[in-house]
């Protein structure tokens, strides 16, 4: 199972650090260090906030729209101003929100000696990059190919249901919307059936691939969760301290 820091290293054929550091002026030794810091935190928060184990076809619908695989597989993708604003909105979503957000960008900076400022500039492209891999791996797993069966099973509820696409020259980000995409597009299936008759209750997904694939997202976040104690506690605290009294 790959760690946070294994995606990111492969990310943008394998040029991610070098990357970063030509855009930003860093050496590659600050990269690796802030990704050392941030990488483990986005785990927590993931597991915190995102939540894949409650909603699982909502986390990789999300991860299959939006501007994140391209971000993983290009540095002009990811530093795009699509991709930077889809990062910022994922930060909200993964951290709880904003306020969050921007706490772990301080304590980042505090730790690795980088500018507040930077860190915060680099933030919103590390975390497209992330998602990017995050759901290339994601695609591994039996997820994937259930929610691949149950669109093929349902195509003309879909049509009927969704209302029409708007041009875009870019993907929407998926985090910028609450709610759960895959149940979204469900609802719109019934929709188109709605002055009809009632349609027959689509077949339950095999539990089998769905506690497999599940399981197999929980492993991912385990694997980014490596950190330094103090770095835990120290992140914990942030996070905690933002939780209703």
């Given at each position: 199972m790959y760690t946070f820091t294994d995606l990111m290293r492969q990310a943008q054929g394998g040029r991610a650090v070098e990357n970063f550091a030509g855009q930003f002026g860093v050496t590659p030794g600050d990269v690796e260090k802030l990704m050392a810091t941030l990488l483990p935190v986005y785990a927590m928060g993931l597991q915190r906030n995102v939540a894949p184990a409650a909603d699982p076809f909502g986390f990789v619908a999300a991860l299959r729209q939006g501007p994140f695989k391209l971000a993983f597989e290009s540095w002009e993708a990811a530093a795009s101003k699509v991709a930077q604003e889809a990062g910022r909105e994922a930060l909200e979503r993964i951290f709880g929100s904003k306020e969050i957000a921007k706490a772990v960008a301080d304590q980042a900076a505090l730790m690795t000696g980088l500018t507040t400022e930077l860190v915060n500039r680099m933030m919103p492209m590390l975390t497209t990059t992330l998602l990017g891999g995050v759901g290339r791996e994601v695609e591994k797993t039996p997820l994937a190919a259930m929610m691949d069966q149950w669109a093929k099973a349902m195509p003309a509820g879909f049509q009927a249901g969704m209302p029409a696409a708007k041009p875009s020259a870019a993907p929407e980000n998926p985090f910028a919307v609450p709610g759960n995409p895959f149940a979204d597009a469900v609802s719109a299936f019934w929709k188109g059936y709605s002055d009809g008759p009632a349609p027959a209750k689509p077949?339950?997904?095999?539990?089998?691939?769905?506690?497999?694939?599940?399981?197999?997202?929980?492993?991912?976040?385990?694997?980014?969760?490596?950190?330094?104690?103090?770095?835990?506690?120290?992140?914990?605290?942030?996070?905690?301290?933002?939780?209703?009294?």
């Amino acid at each position: 199972m790959y760690t946070f820091t294994d995606l990111m290293r492969q990310a943008q054929g394998g040029r991610a650090v070098e990357n970063f550091a030509g855009q930003f002026g860093v050496t590659p030794g600050d990269v690796e260090k802030l990704m050392a810091t941030l990488l483990p935190v986005y785990a927590m928060g993931l597991q915190r906030n995102v939540a894949p184990a409650a909603d699982p076809f909502g986390f990789v619908a999300a991860l299959r729209q939006g501007p994140f695989k391209l971000a993983f597989e290009s540095w002009e993708a990811a530093a795009s101003k699509v991709a930077q604003e889809a990062g910022r909105e994922a930060l909200e979503r993964i951290f709880g929100s904003k306020e969050i957000a921007k706490a772990v960008a301080d304590q980042a900076a505090l730790m690795t000696g980088l500018t507040t400022e930077l860190v915060n500039r680099m933030m919103p492209m590390l975390t497209t990059t992330l998602l990017g891999g995050v759901g290339r791996e994601v695609e591994k797993t039996p997820l994937a190919a259930m929610m691949d069966q149950w669109a093929k099973a349902m195509p003309a509820g879909f049509q009927a249901g969704m209302p029409a696409a708007k041009p875009s020259a870019a993907p929407e980000n998926p985090f910028a919307v609450p709610g759960n995409p895959f149940a979204d597009a469900v609802s719109a299936f019934w929709k188109g059936y709605s002055d009809g008759p009632a349609p027959a209750k689509p077949p339950e997904p095999p539990p089998s691939p769905l506690t497999e694939g599940t399981a197999a997202l929980g492993k991912l976040f385990d694997a980014g969760l490596e950190m330094q104690e103090t770095n835990r506690k120290a992140f914990e605290r942030i996070m905690e301290s933002y939780l209703p009294k």
